[in-house]
């Protein structure tokens, strides 16, 4: 399936935003490609939650989210998945959920093992890490691991394009 280009760079984005170090996000970027079919599911969009969080409902826990639509079957059989404010609200709780086994992982398929130890998905563990591997290598030759993350000083440079101008006549007088 081909990558949705806008999507990725949104997770990209939140992911930075949420302050994980790049090396991670390089992992967490494959496994939300590879869950969300290269961010083509509806679930990035709508419940802005891109690796199918289950809805807790103890916003101690589980801060801005609600209580989304239900997961399939073969799942859950009473859960539902959780939406999210905005995407920056699932990459901080993806991070608290992914953080211990991402940190100690030394392989993408190492990675997929400790998540399947914890139960984080109910699919055969090689095809996850089939699946990880495949988008890892997906979104390197896409290059989208180079995203520039949108950042305070570009934002103001497309608000303000004569800042500059301003800066320069402020030192001058």
């Given at each position: ?17 949420a ?32 690796s ?90 896409n ?31």
């Amino acid at each position: 399936m081909e990558l949705n280009l806008e999507g990725a760079k949104k997770v990209f984005n939140a992911l930075v935003n949420a302050k994980i170090p790049l090396k991670y996000i390089k992992i967490i970027m494959a496994q939300s490609a590879f869950e969300t079919g290269g961010f083509n599911d509806k679930k990035l969009y709508t419940l802005n939650n891109t690796s199918g969080i289950t809805f807790k409902g103890n916003p101690n826990i589980q801060k801005n989210a609600v209580k989304g639509s239900p997961m399939p079957k073969n799942e859950s059989k009473t859960g539902h998945y959780a939406k999210f404010n905005t995407l920056n609200d699932w990459a901080v709780d993806h991070w608290r959920i992914v953080k211990n086994n991402i940190v100690k992982s030394t392989s993408l398929a190492d990675y997929g093992t400790r998540l399947k130890a914890q139960n984080y998905f109910t699919g055969p563990l090689p095809n996850y890490i089939k699946g990880l591997e495949f988008y890892y290598k997906k979104l390197e030759k896409n290059k989208l691991f180079e995203i520039k993350p949108n950042s305070f000083s570009e934002t103001l440079k497309k608000l303000f394009p004569f800042l500059g101008i301003l800066v320069i006549f402020a030192l001058v007088f």
